[in-house]
């Protein structure tokens, strides 16, 4: 099964930093999602890659399949991004349905 | 816009008494599943179904059972809640599983007293 790790466990920002999580995993993946979840509950999918590189207005997230290992940044950062977010694996063993999720990271962004 | 709904967002039992959370989809995806979160945790997946074929996870409790009655909706029912129960319950869809991208509904957050 595999373990996924995300660091930091707890993130607080200014507005306008630049901001990195990181996650990591132990065995081969086919897909990676960063995940958002506001308090109230209620997530939503920001990014699923495989492979490089994908950016989304203001988030910018990347994966390196060797290392195992990949990076959610958000650019200008402001107070509406605070949010937990987790780091989502499909593994390449096992139910292909079945996501592993990283115990999250929470943000705070302050004005 | 196309999306998964879940009702209600906020459901209180009492301790024993059956409870059922509720879950539609217009995405017409094949797959449907259902999380349990706990405070600060991650989202823990209870069963899901692949169209009508139902997909029990092995530690998933007797307590817990689900039923698809078509491509739109799906449910979840509690038959003795416990004070143990009490979570954030995510309803999300996928198209054909796999590694697809799941699209997760607001959730429902349950209070057992």
């Known amino acids: 099964k595999n373990e996924v790790e995300q660091s930091p466990q707890n993130l607080t920002a200014q507005e306008g930093e630049f901001i990195t999580i990181n996650c990591s995993y132990s065995?081969?993946?086919?897909?990676l999602h960063w995940l958002q979840q506001h308090p109230g509950g209620g997530i939503v999918s920001l990014f699923m890659l495989s492979s490089g590189k994908k950016k989304h207005g203001r988030l910018i997230a990347t994966i390196n399949i060797q290392e195992k290992h990949s990076s959610l940044h958000i650019t200008a950062s402001h107070p509406r991004d605070s949010a937990v977010y987790i780091c989502?694996?499909?593994?390449?063993?096992?139910?292909?349905?079945?996501?592993?999720f990283g115990s999250g990271t929470q943000l705070t962004v302050l004005p | 816009d196309a999306m998964v709904i879940q009702n209600p967002r906020y459901q209180v039992t009492q301790f024993g008494k059956p409870v059922t959370l509720s879950c539609s989809q217009t995405l017409n995806h094949n797959v449907m599943y259902w999380y349990q979160q706990k405070s600060s945790q991650a989202p823990k997946l209870l069963f899901h179904y692949y169209d009508k074929d139902f997909n029990n996870e092995a530690d998933t409790p007797d307590n817990f059972q689900s039923r698809r009655p078509n491509t739109s909706f799906c449910f979840l029912d509690i038959r003795s809640p416990g004070l143990g129960d009490a979570a954030m319950y995510l309803c999300a869809t996928s198209d054909s599983g796999g590694d697809d991208e799941q699209f997760f509904g607001p959730g429902t957050r349950l209070t057992v007293l």
């Open positions: 065995v081969g993946i086919s897909a």
């Open positions: 989502a694996v499909h593994d390449l063993s096992g139910s292909a349905r079945q996501l592993t």
